[in-house]
C-alpha cells in the first residue's frame, strides 16, 4: 500500500520510521522546515528504548500535490493545522483511500455517526472545512506514544506506544483494518477501536490534566508529578473533564485511577509533555481541541468548569504570546 503520514513531526516522524523499517508499504512524509531537511538528508532515526529504527521514506515533501494518490493518509498534524490543510488532504486520498487522525483533543468529525442534528463544531473546524470536504472519508485515531524530537529528523520515544484507530459510528470496518494490520505488521501496537470516544475522552483526561499546565509552568512531568499541589490541581481538572464526558454520554467515572493518570507507576520517569515542547519551539497551541471544545460542550450542557476556564483563557493569552513573536522574527 501507499501510506502517506502528514505531519513528520515527533509522533509522525516515529510513526513513518518504524513502517519504513519494516518495509512492507511504501511510506512518503510531509513534513516541513528543518524537520523535511534533515529526513531528505539523512532519513528518520527512533530511539525507543534499545532500538533503533531507521530509514528513508520513499518520499519527502512541504507539497503534497507532489505525492501519488495514496491508499492511506495518516494525519498526525496538530489540531489547529487542520482546517488549512483539509484541501491537500482530500487531493492526496486515492479513490479508495482513506484519512485517519491520530490527534490529541475533541476531533473535528465529532457529530459523524451520532444523531446530533449539528454537523461540524466551529471551535475545532471554522467554517466546516474538514467537515465539508473529509466526513466521510475520516476515520478517528487516538495515540499513546509520547514522542520529542531530539534534533532534526532524530526522535525519542517511548516504550509500551498505543496506536487505536475506529470509524465515527463504532462500526466493524475494512479500512480500520487496513490500518492496523499495517501498523501490526510493522510491530506497532495498532488496535481497532469499540468505542472511540470512549478511548478519545479517556486520552483527553490525561491530556486536560496534563498537556496545559505543562505549558504554564513549563515543569517537565517528573517535577509536576513531585509536587503534591500541582497533582492535586491536575486532578480537580480532570474530575470537571469526567463530568463533561459523561454529559456527552461517556462515563468513566469508576474505570479510570486520577492519581494513576497524574503520576503513572506503570511509566515512571520524565518527559517534556507536547504542548510544552510547542511552547518552548515557540509554535501555536492545540489549546482549543484539548480545552476549548470541551468548555463548549460544558457550557451546553450547563456544567460549572472554572479550572478548565481558567487554564483555557491563559492559554489561549499565551498563544497569541507566542503567534505575535513569531510574527516578529
Known amino acids: 500500500m501507499k501510506i502517506c503520514i502528514y505531519g513528520a513531526g515527533a509522533v509522525g516522524g516515529h510513526l513513518a520510521a518504524r513502517l519504513i523499517a519494516a518495509g512492507h508499504d511504501e511510506i512518503s512524509v510531509v513534513a516541513r522546515g528543518a524537520q523535511l531537511r534533515a529526513i531528505q538528508q539523512n532519513g528518520l532515526k527512533v530511539f525507543r528504548g534499545d532500538e533503533i529504527f531507521t530509514g528513508r521514506p520513499a518520499a519527502a515533501t512541504d507539497d503534497p500535490a507532489t505525492l501519488p494518490p495514496q491508499d492511506i493518509v495518516l494525519v498526525t498534524l496538530k489540531a489547529q493545522a487542520l482546517p488549512a490543510a483539509a484541501a491537500a488532504i482530500e487531493r492526496l486520498l486515492a479513490k479508495d483511500g482513506v484519512a485517519a487522525f491520530a490527534m490529541n483533543g475533541i476531533p473535528w468529525w465529532w457529530n459523524k455517526g451520532t444523531t446530533n442534528p449539528q454537523t ?121 473533564v469526567l463530568e463533561v464526558a459523561l454529559a456527552c454520554g461517556t462515563d468513566l467515572r469508576g474505570k479510570v485511577d486520577l492519581e494513576e493518570l497524574v503520576a503513572p507507576k506503570k511509566r515512571p520517569g520524565s518527559n517534556t509533555a507536547s504542548m510544552l515542547q510547542d511552547v518552548m519551539a515557540g509554535r501555536s497551541l492545540e489549546h482549543d481541541a484539548i480545552l476549548g471544545q470541551v468548555v463548549e460542550f460544558a457550557h451546553q450542557h450547563n456544567i460549572n468548569v472554572p479550572r478548565c476556564e481558567i487554564l483555557l483563557a491563559l492559554l489561549r493569552g499565551l498563544n497569541q504570546q507566542l503567534l505575535d513573536d513569531a510574527a516578529t522574527r
Open 120 to 240: 461540524h463544531l466551529e471551535c475545532v473546524d471554522p467554517g466546516g472545512e474538514l467537515w465539508n470536504r473529509l466526513k466521510d472519508r475520516s476515520l478517528g485515531g487516538v495515540i499513546y506514544s509520547p514522542n520529542e524530537v531530539i534534533e532534526p529528523g532524530v526522535i525519542k520515544t517511548a516504550l509500551g506506544d498505543r496506536w487505536v484507530f475506529g470509524e465515527p459510528d463504532n462500526a466493524p470496518s475494512s479500512r480500520v483494518d487496513r490500518i492496523v494490520q499495517a501498523l501490526q505488521a510493522a510491530g506497532i501496537n495498532g488496535v481497532a477501536a469499540t468505542d472511540i470516544r470512549y478511548d478519545i475522552w479517556h486520552k483527553l483526561l490525561i491530556n486536560c490534566g496534563l498537556n496545559p499546565v505543562a505549558a504554564l509552568t513549563r515543569l517537565p512531568t517528573v517535577k509536576m508529578t513531585a509536587s503534591a499541589e500541582v497533582r492535586a490541581e491536575r486532578c480537580k481538572v480532570m474530575l470537571e
